[in-house]
Nanobody, 121 residues
């Protein structure tokens, strides 16, 4: 059973830091892109950052210079280091993993359960 387990959310003051982790397990297919999304109350889910198997990285403009995405391919884990957090970063953060079955030519996504990040004084 394909599973993504997230951890690291919580309450932090403005200017503080948090590190999110997302570990994938249960699939024999290849992991391609790993990404973090977030969804604030009343808003659409938005892409925060993504990282490919080869290390290509993209960030949304509002987090550039503050957030860092990384991955450990040996552990099938993706991380999001969040520094200089702002109130507007408050949201539920979800990881997403894109899998590829090269033998069958099938691709699919799996989502984590979400972890709450609250930035407040």
């Amino acid at each position: 059973q394909v599973q993504l387990v997230e951890s690291g959310g919580g309450l932090v003051q403005p200017g503080g830091s948090l590190r999110l982790s997302c570990a994938a397990s249960g699939s024999s297919d290849s992991i391609d892109v790993m990404a973090w999304y977030r969804q604030a109350p009343g808003k659409l889910r938005e892409l925060v950052a993504s990282i490919s198997t080869g290390g290509s990285i993209e960030y949304r403009d509002s987090v550039k210079g503050r957030f860092t995405i990384s991955r450990d391919n040996a552990k099938d884990t993706v991380y999001l280091q969040m520094n200089s957090l702002k109130a507007e970063d408050t949201a539920v953060y979800y990881c997403k993993v894109h899998y590829v079955d090269y033998r069958r030519g099938v691709q699919y996504d799996d989502w984590g359960q979400g972890t709450q990040v609250t930035v407040s004084s």
